[in-house]
């Protein structure tokens, strides 16, 4: 299984940025998906993650900025960002909880993706 992010760069503090994440492989479920971020210096932290549109959890930090959705069918999942601050500046990793299907059994498990830096200058 194997994640696929996009769509980083730079940007103006008050700009926009939509990231992608892809997963791809031999996936019996997506159970949860979405993304992590690391500031330099920082630890990675929750951004924004769940199984659904309806159960997304926010940080409080990216509450009525970030948005999170999903494409089932592609086993994609994007994060709008709006009102961008420098203090969003960072790493984003997007995350899969996933359930695989091998030798009859199922097994779950943790991907991560490589990581899209995002940066945002004032």
């Known amino acids: 299984v194997q994640l696929q992010a996009s769509g980083g760069g730079s940007v103006q503090t008050g700009g926009s940025l939509r990231l992608s994440c892809a997963a791809s492989g031999s996936i019996f479920r997506v159970n949860d998906m979405g993304w992590y971020r690391q500031a330099p210096g920082k630890q990675r932290e929750l951004v924004a993650t769940?199984?659904?549109?309806?159960?997304?959890n926010y940080a409080d930090s990216v509450k009525g900025r970030f948005t999170l959705s999903r494409d089932n069918a592609k086993n994609t999942v994007y994060l709008q960002m709006n009102s961008l601050k420098p203090e969003d500046t960072a790493v984003y990793y997007c995350y899969a909880g996933v359930t695989i299907l091998t030798s009859d059994q199922l097994h779950e498990l943790d991907v991560w993706g490589q990581g899209t830096l995002v940066t945002v200058f004032s």
């Open positions: 769940g199984p659904s549109d309806a159960y997304t």
